[in-house]
């Protein structure tokens, strides 16, 4: 069965740090990118970040570029997301999803399965 569960989201100041985690499991890690997408409230979910089964490739929304980067430990089956200079629109539910081939961009209908998310929540 595959899972994903998300850990490390929380309030946090505008300026500040995050280090979200995607720990994976189920499925053959390095053979499936991996991507972070976000929900505000009242707003359709966009894609953040994704990184190839290998480790090898990365994708940022323009959003983030610059702040946030994508890394995974295939020894531990996690993806994280590192996030820092947090804005305010930056406040959303994060997901990590499982995609189903190896490299991919961060296209929704290109992921599978999809973990609970964690919130995000970025203070004036």
């Known amino acids: 069965e595959v899972q994903l569960v998300e850990s490390g989201g929380g309030l946090v100041q505008a300026g500040g740090s995050l280090r979200l985690s995607c720990a994976a499991s189920g499925f053959t890690f390095d053979d499936y990118a991996i991507g972070w997408f976000r929900q505000a409230p009242g707003k359709k979910r966009e894609g953040v970040s994704c990184i190839s089964g290998s480790g090898s490739t990365t994708h940022y929304a323009d959003s983030v570029k610059g702040r946030f980067t994508i890394s995974s430990d295939n020894a531990k089956n996690t993806v994280y997301l590192q996030m820092n200079d947090l804005k305010l629109e930056d406040t959303a539910v994060y997901y990590c999803?499982?995609?189903?081939?190896?490299?991919?961009?961060?296209?929704?209908?290109?992921?599978?399965?999809w973990g609970q998310g964690t919130q995000v929540t970025v203070s004036s």
């Open positions: 999803a499982v995609a189903n081939k190896a490299n991919t961009a961060i296209e929704e209908h290109e992921y599978a399965y």
